[in-house]
């Protein structure tokens, strides 16, 4: 995983909000193994993550979820979809998974197995974009961060319809 300094390069400084990393290792059950090793979380990028909210739910509040009979979930608000603020991710307290919740739904998937993973991501995605030379060769570079991220988080492509098989399918197609 890239340190801190290529995450600021790569991200912008100024383009960066940091996040309570050392509070939630000492609350929350989540296993350490699934943090960063960052304290801190992009503000925007493009169109997969945005760190700007709008409501009365604040960037890490805990959200409380129960998922029709299911057991509940403590989950903490750590962005939303910039182009549908009612996607939220979430931290799973206890599992340290990324999760997507609908709050209109509501519903819950997986995102990423870890907060760690997911920082990757979203690294491996400026990459991406901050490289974008324009339509040609899209594809195979879109193909090629797909097998890059697949190495870092299997489970994020497992379901076919999951949110990075989308953003690397509408990568793919875009031009």
């Known amino acids: 995983m890239p340190n ?20 939630w ?3 929350l059950p989540a296993p350490a193994a699934a943090y960063p090793s960052i304290d801190f979380l992009p503000l925007d990028l493009s169109e997969v993550f945005t760190a700007y909210l709008d409501g009365e739910v604040q960037l890490y509040d805990q959200v409380d979820v129960r998922i029709a ?3 509940p979930y403590r989950l903490m608000l750590i962005g939303t979809v910039p182009a549908d603020g009612d996607m939220w991710f979430v931290f799973n307290a206890d599992s340290g998974q990324v999760m997507m919740l609908d ?10 197995s870890s907060l760690a993973a997911f920082t990757d991501f979203l690294y491996h995605f400026s990459l991406f974009v901050d490289a974008d030379t324009g339509s040609e ?3 195979q570079r879109a193909a ?32």
């Open 4 to 23: 801190a300094a290529a995450y600021l390069t790569t991200w912008g400084h100024d383009n960066t909000v940091p996040f309570p990393r050392e509070l």
């Open 25 to 27: 290792l000492e609350v």
């Open 69 to 71: 009979e299911g057991k």
């Open 103 to 112: 709050i209109e739904s509501p519903s819950l998937e997986p995102v990423n």
């Open 137 to 139: 060769g899209r594809a």
């Open 144 to 175: 090629e961060l797909k097998r890059r991220l697949e190495d870092v988080d299997p489970s994020a492509f497992a379901d076919p319809e999951s949110w990075w098989n989308a953003v690397i399918a509408q990568l793919s197609s875009a031009g």
